[in-house]
């Protein structure tokens, strides 16, 4: 760059800093003029003016009271009012002293039960007012206090927030005297069990409460209680039971003959009843509500008389719960003290046994639901599955019996000892049933009036259902139809009855495929059974062959056939397997093998039939049997001068006459004996057989010379 550019050169960094604090001084000098001309004070003045910490007495807020209002003078009357009030509101919380929960009026040692009680009664009270505090400590909201304060709004947000920490603070200091009053308390009762010196009249009192007849009541029957005058009719019952009980622990203290195991069973047998009651009490409460808005006067009236008894009954069962906690626990101490270690250790093995059962109790008598009057708990719920279950094995173990008694004794029905099974098995679940709704308490009768409307629905709804059910019992108790027999149905379905349910049967086909058939359907259509009567059965196996063949060297070649099948029943006898001649074709002559068959083979129909063809082919083929399909044949007699058969070679093709077929292995011919035997009609013989043998007519006496 040259030197008469004119680009501007930087100065030195000595020139920057003397400029910057000259301009410093500067702005220094004018702060109060400026300040003289905008009419506003210098910071020092602020900060003079500005109250200083925070008030803690009410002299300091009246002293901030003169300060902000000279500060704001000029401020709007209405904010400034609201000033006035958040300084007031401040004043009077730090004149508000915390709350002195004094113990200093108890009754000096020893003293007697009543006085003790009383004692019982003031901590009850005291322990309330602690739990409330506490709770109201809890839900203290943490005010924010604003952190710029030079307005008047923000001034009254800061003075505000003072105000709930005050107040906070001051609840926080209450629960802590509260807490250390309930400490003391606590003491001396631990003191006064050990030392309790109770009077004569004390025991004369206590030994005719003791004595005396109480009213019986049912905790579980005030679950129906809504009127105020119910509640507090009950509320009178239990409180003789409170006192009463209260009356017999206080006498074994007073006489050093604790029973402490005694005394908390009497207890927890009257806790339930006191939480009985809390709730019959919720219930009337919330019915009270229905009742103001009423326009009956007289009832408004009933109630409005009737409901501060209650009240003041429901205080006194209170305070009997607290006093007879308190003798409980004192007896425990007394008895610790007079009882050998190991007695202790046995007692509270029993005492840990007693809470585990009085536990179980409890939970198992939480109520689940209400059924009219009846409470369901799940104790109840629990005691019908259990005898819902106890029903279903013992069905199971009686029918498991019968197969076994079957598997012993041969002779006896197999399909009988099943429909037996069925039954006592429908018995024993509908009388489990019936057993487990009556120990819930559930009544039978109303249980009969339901049933009713819910067979008329079942019958509109669920009539299949119905229809096959009872199908199935009628087919177990007629006995038309029976494990393992072979049916045939007019659907076409074929197989063997392997079960007999509620709803459906079940059929097994020789394919070993499972088909479910409603039970209606056996009862209301045609069932073909193949075994029902008798298990042997007899087919038929039709088969043909040409015109002109020896139809008693067919019958010999039939004959042997059945018999060379394991099948056939017997090849002699009423029951032997027999051919007959039962028409002629248009290109054959029909036969058929009748063959009674053994009981193995009745439910396998296909395989049966296939195996007698079989034979039936290699049979009729060893003695050289045609066996002719149909055809028409065309005989040619001449052609182009040539005759028989060198006419058909020539019409076929061939110059030479076709070779004579093979010879068959077995001998076509048949002897005067067997032509003799087998020239029989078996089916005239068969027949025959079926008809009744009639007596010879006896000769005419008349006709005797």
């Given amino acids: 760059m040259t030197p008469n550019s004119s680009a501007a050169v930087p100065a030195p960094p000595s020139h920057w800093l003397l400029r910057s604090l000259c301009l410093a001084l500067a702005l220094m000098l004018a702060g109060p003029v400026l300040a003289q001309l905008t ?47 958040a300084l007031d509101a401040l004043k009077e919380e730090l004149a508000v002293a915390a709350r002195d929960f004094a113990v200093g009026d108890l009754p000096g040692l020893p003293t007697s039960v009543s006085r003790a009680l ?68 606590n003491d001396f009762l631990d003191a006064a069990a050990l030392q309790l010196k109770p009077g004569k009249d004390e025991i004369k009192g206590w030994t005719q409460t003791a004595a005396s007849a109480v009213e019986d009541f049912d905790p579980a029957s005030w679950s129906g209680l809504q009127s105020v005058s119910e509640v507090a009719q009950a509320a009178g019952k239990l409180l003789q039971h409170l006192s009463q009980a209260e009356a017999e ?77 308190w003798l409980v626990a004192t007896e425990s101490q007394i008895w610790e003290q007079q009882t050998p270690f190991w007695e202790r250790r046995l007692a509270d093995l029993g005492s840990f046994w007693s809470t585990v059962s009085s536990t179980s109790r409890q939970v198992l008598g939480y109520p689940l639901f209400e059924v009219g009057n009846a409470a369901i708990t799940l104790g109840g719920t629990l005691r019908v599955i259990a005898i819902l279950l106890a029903a279903w094995l013992l069905s199971h173990w009686f029918r498991r019996a019968l197969e ?93 009855v392997t079960d007999i349910s509620i709803r459906a049967t079940r059929v097994t086909t020789n394919d070993n495929i499972d088909i479910l058939v409603p039970n209606s359907e056996f009862v209301n259509g045609r069932v073909t059974s193949w075994t029902l009567r008798e298990i042997t059965r007899r087919v038929r196996i039709p088969f043909g062959v040409a015109y002109g063949v020896d139809k008693e060297l067919v019958k010999k070649a039939a004959l042997e056939a059945a018999a060379g099948v394991p099948f056939t029943f017997a090849t002699s006898g009423p029951r032997r397997a027999q051919v007959w001649l039962v028409g002629f074709g248009d290109s054959s002559l029909d036969f058929e093998l009748v063959v009674w068959l053994t009981a193995d083979a009745v439910k396998r129909p296909g395989a049966v039939q296939a195996a007698y063809y079989w034979a039936l ?44 077929p093979k010879e068959p292995k077995r001998d076509p011919t048949l002897s005067k004996s067997e032509r003799r035997e087998l020239g029989g009609n078996d089916a005239l013989d068969d027949a025959l057989a079926e008809l009744p043998k009639s007596k010879d007519p006896e000769p005419d006496p008349s006709t005797r010379s």
């Fill in 39 to 85: 009419g506003s004070a210098p910071a020092a003045e602020v900060e003079a003016t500005e109250p200083s910490g925070k008030p803690q007495t009410p002299a300091e807020v009246e002293k901030l009271r003169a300060q902000l209002l000279e500060r704001h003078v000029d401020a709007d009357p209405v904010v400034l009012r609201e000033l006035g009030l």
């Fill in 118 to 185: 009383a004692v019982v009664e003031k901590r009850r009270l005291l322990r309330a007012e602690r739990d409330l505090l506490r709770d109201t400590v809890e839900r203290l909201p943490t005010p924010t206090m604003p952190t710029d304060t030079d307005t008047l709004s923000t001034t009254i947000q800061s003075l505000s927030a003072q105000t709930r920490n005050h107040e906070a603070e001051r609840l926080r200091q209450d629960l802590l005297a509260a807490d250390a009053s309930l400490t003391a308390v």
């Fill in 249 to 325: 622990v206080a006498l074994r203290v007073a006489g050093q003959a604790t029973e402490p195991s005694l005394s908390r069973a009497r207890m927890k047998g009257l806790l339930p009843a006191v939480d009985a009651l809390e709730r019959a009490y919720a219930r009337a409460d919330r019915r009270l509500t229905l009742i103001a808005d009423s326009s009956d006067r007289r009832t408004v009236q009933t109630v409005q008389r009737d409901l501060p008894k209650l009240r003041a009954q429901l205080r006194q069962v209170d305070e009997k719960v607290a006093a007879l906690r």
């Fill in 404 to 496: 076994r008694y079957g598997q012993r004794r041969p002779d006896v029905s197999r399909p009988a000892l099943y429909a037996a099974g069925r039954i006592a098995h429908y018995l024993m679940i509908a009388l489990g049933f019936s057993v487990a709704l009556a120990a819930i308490g559930l009544d039978l009768t109303k249980i009969a009036i339901f049933a009713s409307a819910l067979g008329v629905g079942i019958g509109f709804g669920l009539q299949t259902v119905v229809n096959n059910f009872i199908s199935g019992l009628i087919l177990l108790f007629e006995r038309s139809l029976k494990i393992g027999d072979f049916v045939e149905l007019e659907s076409g379905v074929t197989g063997e």
């Fill in 617 to 660: 082919e290699d049979a009729l083929r060893a003695y050289g049997i045609e066996i002719p399909f149909p055809q028409r044949d065309l005989h040619v007699r001449s052609l182009f001068g040539t005759q028989q058969e060198e006419a058909r070679s020539l019409w076929q093709g061939r110059t030479k006459p076709p070779k004579a």
